[in-house]
């Protein structure tokens, strides 16, 4: 059969077209579901390609892609013992070319706040709050949460915490979801260090004795810390009176308190917790407190009868479960109570 010019010109097109649908079809699948027959390599390709990665020269380029193969490695190891007690599994996301130590230093950025003595119950807060609540909880369904953030590769997730918790308390008091400035306090707190630690009462310290807090609109993220333009880049959006904190070890109290609004708590991320994918996370945290993440929500699985904890964190979507974390509740797993508080 002869073809035109014209035929064989449409004919070329349907084929370009169908070979880059089949090539995005491929990167759109998660990276596990590749076939067997690729290779480490060609799977560290697709993975650049998803994420956007590209090195500086073919010797940091090698270096990474031996991390990511210790990192598939790991994976597959550990989704394949069916010896454990686990609930959850891990998988290849963002991060999957950085080791643990790279990871930790610019991922997460909490400082645990010391309390000793006579100062150890200053400010604490159990009673107030409504003994009767709900089984379940989820402030995503109430409206009350802004889609997941991403705090890159600056240590300041206490800021995208205490944020997290104003925004979810100014909704459920106003009925206005209004996306706030991590950038404002990671700028603006002196008593944290911007994108190498902090402390998320320090930030409530600042929004009160700010005044309030701009919109993310006026002071939006740079994922770097530079000179604070509190009060010139516009009103603040969101005031807060004070904050408590409360007790150490508490669930209990921990529970009463997120069945009224998201909560701010410093969590010890382990590499399984950077590698976590899906499930009910019971996994091996680190032996300190370390990040900082918002408690949105908890509730019971209906295939495990377990009870968890609903976390918000600010790695993105990529990560876990669209960007959210379900923790086991009731162990102070990871040591999830230690270091708890709100703003009011």
């Known amino acids: 059969m002869a073809f035109t010019i014209n035929q064989f010109f449409c004919f070329a097109l349907v084929l370009s077209a169908l070979g880059l649908l089949a090539a995005t079809q491929s990167l759109a699948r998660p990276l596990d579901d590749h076939p067997k027959t690729l290779s480490i390599r060609e799977r560290h390709h697709l993975w650049m ?143 944290n ?17 700010n005044q309030g807090i701009t919109s993310e609109d006026d002071y939006p993220y740079q994922s770097t810390q530079g000179q604070c333009q509190a009060g010139y880049l516009g009103s603040n959006a969101v005031t ?9 070890n508490d669930e209990v109290t921990l529970m009463q308190a997120a069945s009224q609004q998201p909560v701010s708590v410093a969590i010890a991320v382990s590499a399984e917790f950077k590698a976590y994918n899906g499930g009910i996370f019971n996994g091996e945290c680190s032996n300190e407190l370390n990040h900082a993440v918002t408690i949105i929500g908890y509730g019971t699985d209906d295939t495990t009868g377990t009870n968890y904890w609903l976390l918000k964190n600010s790695w993105g979507e990529t990560w876990g479960e669209n960007g959210y974390m379900r923790i086991i509740k009731d162990q102070n797993q990871c040591g999830i109570a230690l270091d708890a508080s709100y703003p009011i």
């Open 240 to 248: 807060i009176n004070s904050f408590q904190i409360i007790p150490q």
């Open 49 to 191: 390609a998803r994420h956007g990665r590209v090195y500086k020269d073919d010797i940091e380029k090698e270096k990474r892609f031996n991390i990511f193969k210790k990192n598939i490695k790991h994976i597959v190891n550990f989704n394949s013992n069916t010896s454990s007690n686990k609930l959850f599994t891990i998988g290849v996301n963002a991060f999957s070319d950085l080791t643990n130590e790279e990871f930790l230093a610019t991922h997460t950025g909490y400082k645990r706040q010391l309390r000793s003595g006579s100062t150890a119950t200053n400010g604490l807060r159990s009673e107030g709050l409504a003994s009767d609540v709900s089984q379940a909880v989820d402030w995503r369904q109430q409206g009350a949460v802004t889609a997941v953030k991403d705090q890159g590769q600056c240590g300041c997730c206490w800021a995208f915490s205490a944020v997290a918790a104003v925004e979810g308390l100014n909704q459920i008091k106003t009925g206005q979801l209004v996306s706030l400035s991590e950038q404002e306090l990671v700028d603006c707190v002196q008593d």
């Open 193 to 209: 260090h911007g994108c190498q630690d902090g402390m998320i009462t320090n930030a409530f310290s600042f929004i009160q004795q």
